[in-house]
């Protein structure tokens, strides 16, 4: 079996910084894209930011210049440093990531249970 378990979700006044992590476990022959998307109360899920094995990253528009993805390949970890962070932000954070279990198999996407981020004061 393969599990996501991300981490460091809580509450923070506006302005204020979080770092949520995310690690993969279990059988995998490689990690491929990974990524962290949102879910706000009464919202549809969202992309937030992906990151792929080489490094390359995206962003959506309303977090550019506020949130930093990265990862380590060695660890299958990925990351979210979220600061300036504004109420608006608040909500559900999911971890994503695209991996293949063996050699011979394909890519399969996998979700991680979520961690809730509150911004308020």
């Known amino acids: 079996q393969v599990q996501l378990v991300e981490s460091g979700g809580g509450l923070v006044q506006p302005g204020g910084s979080l770092r949520l992590s995310c690690a993969a476990s279990?059988?995998?022959?490689?990690?491929?894209?990974m990524g962290w998307y949102r879910q706000a109360p009464g919202k549809e899920r969202e992309l937030v930011a992906t990151?792929?094995?080489?490094?390359?990253?995206n962003y959506t528009d309303s977090v550019k210049g506020r949130f930093t993805i990265s990862r380590d390949n060695a660890k299958n970890m990925v990351y979210l440093q979220m600061n300036s962070l504004k109420p608006e932000d608040t909500a559900v954070y999911y971890c994503n990531a695209g991996l293949r279990r063996t050699l011979y198999t394909g890519t399969v996407y996998y979700w991680g249970q979520g961690t809730p981020v509150t911004v308020s004061s």
């Open positions: 279990g059988r995998i022959f490689r990690v491929n894209a």
């Open positions: 990151i792929t094995n080489g490094g390359s990253t």
